[in-house]
Nanobody, 113 residues
Framework: QLQLQESGPGLVKSSQTLSVTCTVS?????????WSWIRQPPGQELQWLGY??????YVTPSLRSRISISRDTSKNQFTLQLTSVTPEDTAVYYC???????WGRGTQVTVSS
């Protein structure tokens, strides 16, 4: 059974880089899922951020200059990095595998001003 679990810093200061990692079990991240990142700011809708599939990545255009997504096949993990964070980046960050309904439980990241 495919399972995903996010891990993150919890609290980040403005202007720093946020890094959240998704650890995958039950399958390899080299399989042809779209390994995705989504976030939900408080009181707002889900926002899809991007994915990595094999060595290809795609990031939502509005955040393209700030986001990178990478993977570590030796650890079966993939990671989101978001640079120059502001309090507007405060959200619960989720990882997901598409197709299907495979989601992690999310990790709260708060950006302090």
């Amino acid at each position: 059974q495919l399972q995903l679990q996010e891990s993150g810093p919890g609290l980040v200061k403005s202007s720093q880089t946020l890094s959240v990692t998704c650890t995958v079990s039950g399958d390899s991240i080299t399989t042809n899922y779209y390994w995705s990142w989504i976030r939900q700011p408080p009181g707002q809708e889900l926002q899809w951020l991007g994915y990595i599939r094999n060595t290809n990545t795609y990031v939502t255009p509005s955040l393209r200059s700030r986001i990178s997504i990478s993977r570590d096949t030796s650890k079966n993990q993939f990671t989101l990095q978001l640079t120059s964070v502001t309090p507007e980046d405060t959200a619960v960050y989720y990882c997901s595998a598409v197709p299907g309904t495979h989601w992690g439980r999310g990790t709260q990241v708060t950006v302090s001003s």
